[in-house]
């Protein structure tokens, strides 16, 4: 079984052609990172398929993504503490004639945004992604101002669903002590640039 059949097994799309579908393009995109969709698949046919599967209503991201999201909790459980890490990137698609894009770092640029919570152990092994937003900037009306949702509202977001999946793993929890606790009574903790950490065995350790 290849790593994507045992990553993707419990993908449930309502049809177990798309299954297999996911499976080879996972294989394929995992095989050629830094390649476009035709240049990693094999051929022309193949190509078309993956553009239907992506197209497809049933293939909602989410719902793609769902099994790994599994995967991942079920490799957090095996360690006691792993480090959650939120970090936002542009997925630049200038030039392409693409609908639902909006301006990058530059009004010109077209193209979105991705912020994804990373999974990864101490020693800096990766579990999988835990969680992601992924949103198009309105432009910037004629006072200068941006409409849409607030984008500092995503560092709180990944907060939340890392503190969800915490009640999910009794044995990591992540936990919160007050400044008021006592020594005793609280986990080693600190501030850092992009959110709360907590380094104490048992715990989640969100960045």
């Known amino acids: 079984m290849s790593w994507a059949q045992e990553e993707f097994r419990t993908l449930g799309l309502g049809d177990e052609r798309l299954r297999a579908r996911a499976v080879l393009l996972a294989e394929r995109l995992g095989s050629k990172p830094s390649e476009s969709i035709p240049n990693a698949c094999g051929g022309w046919a193949e190509t078309q ?3 239907r599967f992506l197209s497809n209503p049933r293939t909602d991201w989410q719902a793609v993504l769902q099994p790994h999201w599994d995967r991942s909790l079920e490799r957090m459980r095996s360690h006691a503490v792993v480090l959650n890490i939120q970090d936002s990137t542009e997925l630049d698609f200038n ?3 693409s609908h639902g894009l909006g301006p990058l770092s530059y009004e010109a640029q077209r193209g979105m945004y991705l912020h994804p919570t990373y ?8 579990l999988g992604v835990l969680d992601a ?8 009306a004629a006072d200068g101002q941006r409409g849409g949702v607030k984008e500092s509202l995503r560092w709180i977001d990944g907060y939340e669903r890392v503190a969800e999946r915490a009640q999910e793993m009794p ?3 992540l936990r919160r002590a007050p400044e008021s606790a006592s ?6 903790q600190a501030r850092g640039p992009t959110g709360f950490i907590e ?9």
């Open 199 to 207: 380094m104490q065995r048992g715990c989640l350790c969100m960045f």
């Open 171 to 173: 044995d990591q929890a």
């Open 183 to 188: 020594p005793s009574e609280k986990p080693r």
């Open 133 to 140: 937003w992924r949103w198009a900037r309105e432009p910037k």
């Open 119 to 126: 999974v990864i152990t101490p020693a800096r092994e990766p």
């Open 95 to 97: 030039g392409r004639a």
């Open 49 to 51: 398929a993956a553009y």
